[in-house]
């Protein structure tokens, strides 16, 4: 108000008949008193009042004795009060008011006396309550004092000036001398009050009712201010305003019970114009329902009361049933409001007082679900008109159908997260089975009218509204309550049947949308890896998504009927192995046409080696379909359906299928690679025999091995690994076969040879890379392993494939055992002091009948091979017996060598059996070899003794050659390999014209 306006009612004010004040004390209880009676307590009493005129503190001791004075020697009979007497404790409650006035508050003082009741009783009934020696001696006590004088217990003084408006606290009984300092303590409550002040109102009206009106204008006052502000007003008053109205209830001494009902009456007509939190509806609804009591409100109080009970509870049930708008989650706090209503509900209705203004009322938890299903109701209704579409037509009937389901699945979101929680917890009401049993049942016959209107003939456009409206209701029906929960049937059980018309064109428009796709990542391709780790390019990684979408359609489709579900499942694996057979040509079209008039040979290879890494990738992801289509769950809910083995025989069938055909494309991209790089090797290898004879052989092979490293190298890079392991298999085949071709050509030349050795060898260490490229059973085939022989033979010097040959002689007569064939016995030795080997030959046996008369005239020849390990020893040879098949020589020769020689491997005495011809050439009977390691004495280690015989079979040059003697006969520049050849021919001839036995 205006400052003029306010002085003038302060000097109204003042003018007024001058209050009177009052102390407003409240004596509640009291604790560990003393007990002065023989049983040990006392029936305590109190004596109070206020003592006028006293000094400021801090007087004379005369004032301080006066303080310790009792009541009834400080103030007057008719200001004292007092309270009623408790017997036999030493913690008393009183819990009694009392209004003591006073004039000047500056000179006042509250006294409070605590005495114990005496009453007068004879010796006997006090020796009967006698319990311990202290009760002795306080009947000695009682006996000095006057007959029914009290005991003093304590007392409180306290200075007016020194409390505040209100106090309520412990204060300690002072005791009137210094014994017994500790009596205990006394729990007061003070209020300084004031009455007898003479308004127009006050005079006109009850208090009570001007209390209210007060209370209505300082919150009207409080919400106008808040209005003005940004902040809402959150329920409290002002301290200014707080005090007027404290002032006024302790100034008209109104009792808290209508100052509750004051507060609700003025707080619950104003909650519903304007929300506040429910804090200051709560604390009022409680204060009244602890002081309850019919009787002390007048017939207008309680039909006031009445009124605001139905007023809230109908304008409260309102909000509820528009609770999706009045509290919508787009704000913060809408939850916390939410459930503050209920709370205030709940305990409004709970209330003694509620029950008897309101006897007809129906329980709360059934107004609230009536609220919430007609609300329900309303809510589907207003966003049924919202979703009205503009156009009319099938299609735009399906949008605003689509965009309808789409709204009550997030309202159903909203009510099993937040809503159901709040009324369950408040009501125990779960609004979430009661709100979708109301809305499916709404839904389902407009979806089913819907398709019923759409018919059989289905549109692609239709189709895909039909489609995103089926997928929809699914997530719809997935939010459906447990059984528990739910009443009855659900109207969208079967729903999907509605939707059957529509299958083939959803098939249909999934395939071709993919086809598009596929044929649109194929010529955007480039044909380069999408990075180091990522081998492959990016129509590849478009297909996978591709076949992803295709997955998540078939898993969002999901159809209900199993032998359905099965001929779907088969179509989109039909169309998807289709699509990958289809991304094969398109994918190698791609590359024809890019690396067409590519000069650049190693581009072109890697364009290829993408596109077989892009097949690789594709393999992966179709081989992907049984987990992605849920085969092992189909299969389950099919059982029952198909005949045995028809789901392997068909979907497996056709995966199988599929794989083979892009496992064919991706052996075939990679035969293609390797007969490039064969091209290269084959080029390298060529170039590697016609070096120039003064070039190493390490230097000679770097140039092959450079390619290698480099093309190898550039493979691993570009290819995924499996292939890569693959294109090294086929490689290392191809490599063989061109070292065995170009080993075939240069098979006279050791050079030449060595190198193709020398390269074999280090083709080996490249392919097998350390353990990263091929593993060993890989690298040794047999293949491999004759041509390393071939190899080291055509390498070798001629003098060494002459001991090759008698290790393979010997290695031949080794086994040879059977006793059908010829051979002599022998006895031989060495003397390593005279470096002497001595042979003795003792006979032969089972020789062939050479002459025409059907026997043989034989002799042995004893040479020491191979010749150029003993160049200086000539040939012995035996006695020639007439006639004999059995001959006996029993010659011994002696050789003149050194150890050394003899230990080599190949060094042996070669003991060759002929038949002497007097007109001709001599026949060979056979040829035997003694290893010369095995000599008796050779080795050092044998004790002397008898020197054991030894039995060697004869057997025959090969009528057809061997390899070592082919590669020796080439060497056409090598003397002594050709006189060896000559040599060996010649025995070979011999034996040829005699087959009597076959040559082992």
């Known amino acids: 108000m205006e400052l003029e306006e306010?002085?003038?009612?302060?000097?109204?004010?003042?003018?007024?008949?001058?209050?009177?004040?009052?102390?407003?004390?409240?004596?509640k209880q009291a604790k560990g008193i003393l007990g002065k009676d023989v049983s040990g307590f006392s029936d305590p009493y109190c004596l109070l009042g206020i003592e006028q005129g006293v000094g400021a503190p801090g007087g004379s001791p005369g004032s301080r004795r006066q303080q310790k004075a009792v009541v009834k020697h400080t103030i007057p009979e008719e200001q004292t009060h007092r309270t009623q007497v408790v017997t036999q404790t030493l913690n008393p409650v009183w819990d009694e008011t009392f209004i003591l006035e006073f004039e000047d508050i500056t000179n006042s003082s509250f006294h409070l006396d605590?005495?114990?009741?005496?009453?007068?009783?004879?010796?006997?009934?006090?020796?009967?309550?006698?319990t311990d020696l202290h009760g002795l001696r306080r009947i000695f006590k009682e006996a000095r004092k006057d007959k029914g004088q009290d005991d003093f217990l304590g007392n409180v003084v306290l200075r007016l000036q020194d409390l505040r408006c209100r106090e309520d606290q412990w204060y300690p009984l002072e005791p009137r001398t210094e014994t017994y300092p500790d009596r205990g303590q006394c729990h007061l409550q003070f209020q300084l009050i004031h009455k007898r002040r003479a308004t127009s109102a006050s005079r006109s009206q009850p208090s009570y009712t001007v209390h209210l009106h007060l209370l209505q204008q300082l919150v009207s006052h409080e919400v106008t201010q808040h209005q003005a502000g940004s902040t809402s007003w959150d329920g409290s008053l002002s301290p200014q305003a707080a005090t007027v109205l404290f002032l006024h209830a302790t100034q008209k001494d109104l009792s808290d019970f209508h100052q509750s009902m004051a507060q609700w009456l003025a707080y619950s007509r104003l909650y519903q114009s304007l929300e506040f939190p429910s804090s200051c509806l709560l604390h009022p609804i409680t204060s009244i329902e602890y002081q309850w009591i019919q009787g002390r409100l007048k017939a207008e109080q309680e039909e006031e009361l009445a009124a605001s009970f139905s007023s809230l509870l109908a304008y409260g049930l309102s909000l509820i049933q528009r609770f999706r708008s009045v509290f919508p989650l787009s704000v913060s706090d809408s939850p916390a409001r939410l459930q503050s209503l209920l709370r205030v509900l709940v305990q409004m209705c709970k209330m003694k007082a509620f029950g008897e203004l309101c006897p007809n009322t129906a329980a709360l938890p059934q107004l609230v679900t009536e609220a919430l299903q007609t609300g329900t109701t309303e809510w589907f209704h207003l966003k049924q008109q919202h979703h009205q579409p503009m156009m009319q037509g099938m299609l735009e009937a399906g949008k605003a159908l689509l965009g309808l389901v789409q709204d009550i699945i997030g309202d159903l979101h909203q009510c099993q997260r937040t809503w159901d929680k709040i009324f369950h917890n408040t009501l125990k009401i779960h609004l979430f089975p009661m709100a979708f049993r109301e809305l499916q049942w709404l839904v389902a016959k407009r979806v089913q009218d819907y398709t019923e209107a759409v018919g059989d003939a289905v549109s692609p456009e239709m189709g895909e509204s039909l489609f995103q409206l089926y997928i929809s209701l699914k997530e719809l029906c997935q939010l459906r309550p447990s059984s528990s929960e739910r009443d009855g049937v659900m109207a969208l059980e079967s729903f999907h049947r509605w939707f059957q018309p529509a299958i083939p064109s959803w098939l249909q428009k999934t395939y071709s949308v993919a086809l598009a796709r596929v044929q649109r990542a194929v010529q955007m391709d480039e044909l380069v890896p999408l990075g180091e780790l990522t081998k492959h390019s990016t129509s590849a990684v478009d297909l996978s998504t591709c076949f992803a979408q295709i997955s998540h359609t078939a898993r969002q489709l999901d159809w209900p009927d199993p032998e359905e579900a099965f001929m779907i499942t088969v179509k989109f694996v039909e169309d998807t192995c289709r699509l990958a057979l289809v991304y094969c040509s398109l994918i190698k079209a791609r590359a024809r046409e890019l690396s067409s008039g590519q000069k650049d040979q190693a581009q072109a290879a890697n364009m290829l080696c993408v596109v077989v890494n892009d097949m690789e990738q594709l393999r992966l992801v179709i081989g992907k379909l049984p987990a992605q289509l849920?085969?092992?769950?189909?299969?389950q809910r099919v059982g029952a359906v198909l005949e045995q083995g028809q789901l392997q025989n068909t979907l497996h069938a056709q995966l199988q299928s599929a794989l083979a055909g892009l496992g064919h494309e991706i052996r075939t991209g990679v035969h293609t690679l390797a007969e490039q790089l064969e091209v290269g090797i084959a080029k390298h290898i060529q170039k590697l025999v016609g070096v120039r004879e003064s070039v190493l052989p390490e230097d000679a092979i770097l140039p092959l091995m450079k390619f290698l490293e480099v093309e190898l190298c550039y493979m691993n890079t570009n290819l995924v690994q499996e292939n890569f392991s693959s294109l090294l298999t086929l490689l290392w085949t191809h490599t063989l076969t061109v070292l065995e071709e170009v080993a075939a050509s240069q098979r006279s030349s050791s050079l030449a040879s060595n190198r193709l050795k020398i390269a074999l060898q280090n083709l080996e260490i490249c392919f097998h890379a350390e353990g990263c490229g091929l593993p060993p059973e890989a690298l040794y085939t047999a293949t491999f392993q004759a041509l390393q022989r071939d190899l080291e033979l055509q390498a070798a010097s001629s003098r060494e494939l002459i001991r090759r040959y008698f290790c393979g002689r010997i290695q031949q007569q080794a086994e040879t055992i059977s006793e059908e064939l010829g051979a002599v016995t022998v006895k031989a030795s060495y003397r390593?002091?005279?470096?002497?080997?001595?042979?003795?030959?003792?006979?032969?046996?089972?020789?062939l009948p050479l002459d025409s008369n059907g026997s043989s005239d034989p002799f042995v020849q004893l040479t020491l091979e191979p010749r150029h390990e003993f160049p200086e020893?000539?040939?012995?040879?035996?006695?020639?017996?007439?006639?004999?098949?059995?001959?006996?020589?029993?010659?011994?020769?002696?050789?003149?060598?050194?150890?050394?020689?003899?230990?080599?491997?190949?060094?042996?005495?070669?003991?060759?059996?002929?038949?002497?011809?007097?007109?001709?050439?001599?026949?060979?009977?056979?040829?035997?070899?003694?290893?010369?390691?095995?000599?008796?004495?050779?080795?050092?280690?044998?004790?002397?003794?008898?020197?054991?015989?030894?039995?060697?079979?004869?057997?025959?040059?090969?009528?057809?050659?061997?390899?070592?003697?082919?590669?020796?006969?080439?060497?056409?520049?090598?003397?002594?390999?050709?006189?060896?050849?000559?040599?060996?021919?010649?025995?070979?001839?011999?034996?040829?014209?005699?087959?009597?036995?076959?040559?082992?």
């Open 630 to 635: 849920a085969w092992e769950a189909l299969e």
């Open 873 to 1000: 020893l000539a040939s012995r040879e035996t006695q020639k017996h007439k006639k004999d098949l059995h001959p006996l020589f029993d010659e011994t020769f002696e050789f003149l060598v050194p150890a050394e020689p003899c230990r080599k491997p190949g060094a042996c005495l070669l003991l060759t059996v002929l038949d002497y011809d007097t007109l001709g050439a001599d026949d060979l009977e056979g040829e035997a070899f003694l290893p010369l390691c095995e000599v008796h004495g050779l080795s050092g280690s044998e004790e002397p003794g008898e020197v054991p015989q030894t039995r060697l079979p004869l057997t025959y040059p090969a009528p057809n050659g061997e390899p070592i003697l082919q590669l020796l006969e080439g060497r056409k520049g090598d003397r002594e390999a050709q006189v060896f050849v000559r040599l060996r021919r010649q025995r070979a001839k011999q034996a040829s014209q005699h087959a009597l036995r076959p040559a082992p």
């Open 114 to 130: 605590m005495w114990d009741l005496d009453t007068v009783e004879s010796v006997r009934q006090k020796l009967g309550e006698l």
């Open 832 to 847: 390593t002091s005279e470096q002497k080997l001595r042979v003795e030959l003792l006979s032969a046996s089972s020789l």
């Open 6 to 27: 306010h002085q003038q009612a302060l000097q109204r004010v003042r003018k007024l008949e001058k209050p009177t004040f009052c102390l407003k004390a409240t004596v």
